[in-house]
């Protein structure tokens, strides 16, 4: 399957990354030489410098051969007609990336309005939503849903004082169903088995039923706590799309931008939310908006650096919980080091969603990148041909540093153990290392 990534930015990188590792034929085009200098020596990819919007560049990538064009550069109108123009080639499926909310408003709107474009994303409004999982459910680090919601992946981190900590997994017993799928302790990612302990300050991803997940999270000494104020930094549209969101879950929310006009357009297009014009690092200010009563506290500017000191202030004023937005993702660990509770990536988290586009209808029913890049969950469905269907768990042999976590079966949620058969139409969700991601789709799939 060749696929023809336009932009080779963050994201363009990192779906051209994973794409490769599943063994797809994938062209990048980039305008900017001085951004590919270095993509050919960390991708097996074809790079080519040039305008994605020109026939003659779409031509020489083999758009005429292609299954997929994807469109992630920094311009919207770029684009979308580089969708449009690579539509007129034939069968080949388009996704762009749009920044500006009144194009996915009118695509929503008016069906035709953007025609060739298969999927239209938008950044802001993808970081929204991720955003808002983490306000509703704030002890957690991330979270993802799989089986159509009714599995739920939560990442945490245990207390000191825990009642799990210091203790082996296999001496976990909880009546309710669970799985610890790895452990990141010290930077390092760890496919525990049995014999493992927790301990205190790891991090850990666990696999749950979701309306059983507060229990599993009490039983590892994590308690889950309603937020209800949240402020926000920043008068961009992620900002908007989040408060927009947060008011219709009746949160109460403040926005804080220094730019005055951004201000007056902010208030006209929101209902609910307090606007406030004002220096978010200026402490007092922050004092005489009552900071130390908010619940969390959002850093959505454009700045990393600005992020980074506000929440550190939130954080030093009372705010029981930060989430700070970064523009590069190996940024992520660095603010969590230094006391930020969640840091997050836009560019990842739209990688993920055009990568659940690409492998909707296959076997793959969607692929997310977790602990800052580091792990894969791939969400597959289990064919009759599938070397791995009618046979035990116990008796598979699963690449090292890979696992089932969940199985799917006609709205039966099974948290697996040994003794459980995979059966044809099943959806299974594999937890897995990078390096041997593919190996254990492939062994999967066949």
Known sequence: MRVIIIGAGKTGFNIAKILTEENYDVVLIEKEEE??????????????????????????????EADLLVAVTESDEVNLIACMVAKTYGTVRTVARVRNPEYAFESRRRKGTFPGIDFLINPELVTAKEIVKLIDIPEALDVVYYAEGKIQLLELKIPETAPVAKRQIKDLKLDYPFLIVAIVREGDIIIP????FINPDDIIFVLAKTKEMIEVERFLGTERKRAERVMILGGNYASYHLARILESKKYAVKIIEKNYNKCVELAKHLDNTMVLHGDATDINFLTNEGIG????????????????LVSLIAKNSGVKRTIAQVGRSDYIALMENVGIDVGISPRTLTANKILRFIHKGHDIISVALLSNENAEMTELLISKKSPVAH???????????????????????IIPKGEDVIKPGD?????????VATKAIKYITG
Do not use: W
């Open 35 to 64: 951004q590919v200098q270095n993509l050919e020596e960390h991708l097996d990819v074809q790079v080519l410098i040039g305008n994605g919007v020109r026939r003659s560049m779409l031509e020489k990538a083999g758009i005429e």
């Open 193 to 196: 088995r049995g014999n493992d």
């Open 293 to 308: 009563d908010v619940d969390v506290f959002v850093c959505l500017a454009d700045d990393d650096k600005l992020n980074l």
């Open 391 to 413: 046979r035990k768990l116990k008796d598979l042999n699963f690449p090292a540093g890979s696992l089932v976590g969940s199985i799917y079966r006609k709205n039966q949620v």
């Open 427 to 435: 959806s299974v969700t594999i937890f897995a290392l990078p390096e």
